[in-house]
């Protein structure tokens, strides 16, 4: 019969304290690839709101005549097939046989390089602009969107080509950057302006609802 092995206490007290060590280096490790992963970091808690343009902004431009309008770089359309005239107001499409306003709408009017206008859709008789927390808006859900991320000066840090109806992981992954302050969605076909992403801050018994 084999005798047992015993092993002096000194040499126990070594090896636990090797292994501490080697844990507290994998705690290190862990942290340190956190920070080389950097702002992508996606805070899977984060909520966003969708908002978008308020319709007061081009609300006289409906008692307009057509050389009026001109003048202002707009002009009536009447929707001849839906989806494709997407509002910006409501976030969804206008049905077919609807006059909207095409105008050119200021989307990015921060001073920096990319101070930007285009063409948008509008439709009339709405009082307030559309917002869309933690969803996507239907018009926005139908097609391929750039989304492109914005740091507090207005200048472009990121952009990301999304299928719409699975952009939700992607604003998350763009929101939960240090450097990013709001998105902007475009339709990525046109290039056009679609609506503004903003960080949604909680309160803590809103987060846990």
Do not use: K
Not at 112 to 131: T, W
């Amino acid at each position: 019969m084999e005798e047992p092995i015993t092993v002096p206490w000194p040499a126990l007290f070594v090896w636990a304290r090797l292994n501490d060590l080697r844990a507290s280096i994998g705690v290190r490790d862990r942290h340190r690839e956190a920070r080389l992963r950097g702002p992508s970091h996606w805070n899977r808690r984060m909520s966003f709101v969708i908002t978008g343009i308020d319709p007061a902004t081009y609300v006289d431009y409906w008692a307009l005549d057509d050389a009026s309008l001109a003048s202002r770089q707009a002009i009536r359309v009447v929707a001849d097939a839906s989806p494709g005239y997407p509002d910006r107001i409501t976030l969804d499409d206008a049905p077919v046989g609807e006059t909207v306003l095409l105008v050119n709408h200021l989307h990015q009017p921060g001073e920096s390089p990319y101070r930007a206008s285009g063409a948008v859709y509008l439709r009339s008789g709405l009082s307030e602009a559309s917002r869309f927390i933690d969803a996507i808006p239907p018009a926005l859900a139908r097609r391929t969107l750039s989304m492109r991320a914005y740091d507090m000066s207005h200048r472009l840090v990121v952009a990301e080509l999304v299928e719409g109806r699975d952009s939700a992981a992607a604003i998350g992954r763009l929101l939960g950057r240090a450097d990013v302050a709001y998105l902007h969605a475009h339709y990525a076909a046109y290039g056009c302006f679609a609506a503004r992403v903003d960080r949604l801050e909680r309160t803590p018994i809103e987060a846990r609802a």
